[in-house]
């Protein structure tokens, strides 16, 4: 079972940046894909952006040019590193790990919340 734990949530205001960190309790080298989720209120889920195992990267198309995510496989870790942010980008913010068994993992969430 692998655990994930995000941080560096906060609040911030329009056009400031935030940096979200995830650390997995185990090796992610062999997961099928990493990636950032978000749930604003009274909203769905939503992809905000994945690492694919292939090294392929898609995100959103709300936050293409702004957002970038990376991994860093040594240390287990995923990475959003947000620019630009806009109070429509306030939400929790959760990471998630889908391994090579198709199993998904989620983290607790971090919430961003950008005044305007």
């Known amino acids: 079972q692998v655990r994930l734990v995000e941080s560096g949530g906060g609040l911030v205001q329009a056009g400031g940046s935030l940096r979200l960190s995830c650390a997995a309790s185990?090796?992610?080298?062999?997961?099928?894909?990493m990636g950032w989720y978000r749930q604003a209120p009274g909203k769905q889920r939503e992809l905000v952006a994945v690492?694919?195992?292939?090294?392929?990267?898609k995100y959103a198309d709300s936050v293409k040019g702004r957002f970038t995510i990376s991994r860093d496989n040594a240390k287990n870790s995923l990475y959003l590193q947000m620019n630009s942010l806009k109070p429509e980008d306030t939400a929790v913010y959760y990471c998630?790990?889908?391994?090579?068994?198709?199993?998904?993992?989620w983290g607790q969430g971090t919430q961003v919340t950008v005044s305007s």
């Open positions: 690492v694919i195992s292939d090294g392929r990267i």
């Open positions: 185990e090796t992610i080298f062999s997961a099928n894909t």
């Open positions: 998630n790990l889908n391994d090579r068994y198709n199993l998904n993992y």
